[in-house]
C-alpha cells in the first residue's frame, strides 16, 4: 500500500513498491468530470511533453481543445 497527499502519488508509490514499473511512454486515457477538466488539460499537456499519445472521452476532448485554442487566441 502505498500512502501520500493524494491518490496518484500514493498509487505511484504502491506500484514502484510492488515492483511495477511505472511506465516512460505509451498512451494516457484522460476521462474526468466537469469539476476536474481545468486541472486535466494540464496534466494532458505534461504527458504530451513527455511523449504520451493522448486520448479523450468526447466531451473532455472539446473542453481540452478549446482551452488550447483560447491559450492560443483562438
Known amino acids: ?3 501520500g497527499e493524494n491518490f496518484g502519488e500514493a498509487f505511484a508509490k ?3 513498491g510492488a515492483g511495477t514499473p511505472l511506465p ?6 484522460f476521462s474526468v468530470n466537469k ?3 481545468p ?4 496534466v494532458a499537456r505534461k504527458f504530451a511533453d513527455l ?3 493522448l486520448y479523450a472521452t468526447r466531451y473532455c476532448g472539446r473542453f ?6 483560447s491559450e492560443n487566441g483562438a
Open 64 to 69: 481540452a481543445q478549446r482551452g488550447a485554442q
Open 24 to 29: 516512460a511512454q505509451g498512451e494516457v486515457l
Open 51 to 53: 511523449g504520451f499519445e
Open 1 to 3: 500500500m502505498g500512502v
Open 35 to 37: 469539476s476536474d477538466k
Open 14 to 16: 504502491a506500484q514502484l
Open 39 to 42: 486541472v486535466a488539460v494540464e
